[in-house]
């Protein structure tokens, strides 16, 4: 019950808060157009963060299980290739080049899940990503007969 009681009068000298450009203390009730203008000051760039060593033990150790898949994959697309009557040098080149173009895309993905404000950037994740696809786009045309 303490909001039933009613309020004491507020001193006539202290006018609260006030927004700037709003009237005066004298009590106007339409604010003064001609005021300086507000400055909005511009948000800060986001910072990036440390990447602990925890968070880049655990990346490397995902990147290396995929590496160990993507060499399974690796040699399975060439077998693959070779049951096609592809000649086993341009399957083995199209294997390789799968290999790196997965690598590639991987650790653009796996940097950007470690740390996304650091590591997720044009100038990081840009080339990662234009290599692996270059490299996965080669791997069709070399992988023909």
């Known amino acids: 019950m303490q909001n039933d009681q009613?309020?004491?009068?507020?001193?006539?000298a202290d006018p609260g808060f006030?927004?700037?450009?709003?009237a005066?203390?004298?009590?106007?009730?339409?604010?003064?157009?001609?005021?300086?203008?507000?400055?909005?000051?511009?948000?800060?760039?986001?910072v990036a963060t440390d990447t602990s060593t925890r968070?880049?033990?655990?990346?490397g150790a995902?990147?290396?299980?995929l590496l160990?898949?993507?060499?399974?994959v690796r040699n399975a697309y060439v077998h693959h290739l070779v049951v096609r009557r592809v000649a086993p040098s341009a399957a083995g080149s199209a294997g390789w080049l799968m290999f790196v173009g997965l690598c590639?895309?991987?650790?653009?993905?796996?940097l950007a899940i470690i740390n996304a404000s650091k590591f997720l950037t044009f100038a990081v994740t840009g080339p990662?990503?234009?290599?692996?696809?270059?490299?996965?786009?080669?791997?069709?045309f070399v992988g023909r007969r």
């Open 6 to 12: 009613a309020p004491a009068s507020a001193p006539a």
């Open 18 to 22: 006030k927004l700037p450009g709003q």
């Open 24 to 46: 005066s203390a004298q009590g106007d009730a339409v604010p003064k157009q001609g005021g300086a203008p507000i400055e909005v000051a511009p948000a800060p760039a986001p």
């Open 55 to 59: 968070d880049l033990a655990i990346g």
């Open 62 to 65: 995902v990147f290396v299980i």
């Open 68 to 72: 160990v898949i993507y060499f399974f």
């Open 104 to 110: 590639f895309l991987s650790a653009a993905a796996v």
């Open 128 to 140: 990662l990503v234009a290599v692996g696809l270059i490299a996965l786009v080669a791997t069709l």
